[in-house]
Nanobody, 128 residues
């Protein structure tokens, strides 16, 4: 089993940056693809970014492309989400997800139901 713990959220003004961290324990995540999802009030959880385990290919939702960067440090068993130029529309609970379920072939198209492990989420609130 893998436990994922997100941190780094907070209340910020539009235009600033935040870096979210997802620390894993219980097992190394070096061979797992990892992702970030978010859920705004009254909305369904949506894909934000993902990173493959092998060569670190990255994928982003159109709404965050060019502003957010996902990365991983396998030595620290941690995944990051650097969020720049934050907007009020980025307000949500951000969740870290790990390890695609067997049979899921496409990381770029992976939905939240395709991941095995989840963190508890961290709140990001962006004021205008």
């Amino acid at each position: 089993q893998v436990q994922l713990v997100e941190s780094g959220g907070g209340l910020v003004q539009a235009g600033v940056s935040l870096r979210l961290s997802c620390a894993a324990s219980g097992r190394t995540i070096s061979r797992y693809s990892m992702g970030w999802f978010r859920q705004a009030p009254g909305k369904e959880r949506e894909f934000v970014a993902a990173i493959s385990w092998s060569i670190g290919n990255t994928y982003y939702a159109d709404s965050v492309k060019g502003r957010f960067t996902i990365s991983r440090d396998n030595a620290k068993n941690t995944v990051y989400l650097q969020m720049n130029s934050l907007k009020p529309d980025d307000t949500a609970v951000y969740y870290c997800a790990g390890k695609l379920k067997p049979g899921v072939l496409s990381l770029s198209r992976a939905a939240d139901s395709d991941y095995e492990y989840w963190g508890q989420g961290t709140q990001v609130t962006v004021s205008s």
